[in-house]
């Protein structure tokens, strides 16, 4: 992550966790003429005025009426506006398909799924229609969780994939299936449920599967952008850090830049004595 770079750019990084009911789309990445979760997306805040350059990267992608309690969508962007006001907007207008939880301030041009941690899936399967007795499925639980090569569980689609090994676990709890894993290969959750809940391999239906969580790397956690008022610096418009408190934004008029810095630099040396890591940018 490499926070000089933010210096030369006019984009911020933004994770937007967001909850959506996969039912009411054909499916979750973007496709000419179809409803879909991340085009819906776009499409309402672009026309809110929020817009980005490049494409939304996604802390977890899932299959078709798959829903998501809390899935993360990440852009960059130069947007300098009132983000609070878009938010309620988008939500008062898309609360029953998309309705988004929070948004936090990161670096830009991020690959967003190198950040990731872990993602949490859970299938609720209708308790009446699950035959197996739960010394079975328990059984299954050990002998599917763990890393391996999980293969058997994904389409042809996911056989394509250069990387077929996966870490998983898996526990059942109140009648809920519960994932755990770094990473999933396509319809591996739902292959994985209908082995467990029928001894067999068998897709099931995709809502029932809720993803619930994505959990972010703590280099990443620690490099989410805060407001910072603690200080007032001559020159200084606005101060924001970094969770860690090692990256500190200076927000300059670009007429007082000079200032700030100081004749040969000698302004911001001080600064950076105090502060430690100084990113100044102009507004």
């Not at 956690?221 to 200080?231: A, G, Q």
Request: hydrophobic share 35%; aromatic share 14%.
């Amino acid at each position: 992550m490499n926070f000089r770079g933010v210096e030369k750019t006019d984009k911020w990084g933004y994770i937007f966790t967001v909850f959506y009911n996969g039912e009411k789309f054909h499916s979750f990445d973007e496709m000419a003429g179809k409803k879909t979760v991340k085009g819906e997306f776009r499409k309402e805040m672009n026309e809110l005025g929020f817009t980005w350059a490049k494409g939304i990267q996604q802390g977890g992608r899932t299959d078709a009426r798959v829903s998501a309690e809390r899935n993360m969508l990440y852009v960059s962007s130069n947007f300098e506006g009132d983000l609070n006001d878009i938010i309620s907007k988008f939500n008062e207008k898309m609360k029953e398909f998309i309705f988004i939880r929070k948004v936090q301030k990161t670096f830009p041009n991020l690959s967003f799924p190198d950040y990731i941690e872990k993602r949490e899936y859970s299938y609720k399967y209708p308790k009446k229609r699950i035959k197996r007795s739960t010394e079975d499925i328990e059984k299954t639980l050990l002998e599917i969780s763990g890393t391996y090569d999980v293969s058997r569980f994904t389409d042809k689609k996911g056989l394509e994939l250069k990387e077929h090994e996966r870490s998983v676990n898996i526990i059942f709890e109140k009648s809920i299936l519960k994932f755990i894993g770094n990473s999933f290969m396509p319809k591996q959750v739902r292959n994985m449920a209908g082995y467990i809940l029928t001894g067999e391999i068998e897709t099931f239906p995709g809502k029932y599967l809720t993803l619930e969580n994505v959990y972010l790397k703590t280099e990443l956690l620690e490099k989410i952008i805060l407001s910072c008022n603690d200080f007032v610096i001559e020159g200084v418009q606005k101060i924001e850090k970094t969770f860690d408190n090692k990256i500190f934004v200076f927000y300059v008029k670009k007429e007082k830049k000079g200032e700030v810095i100081g004749k040969n630099a000698s302004n911001i040396k001080n600064l950076r004595k105090q502060f430690g890591n100084i990113v100044i940018r102009e507004i």
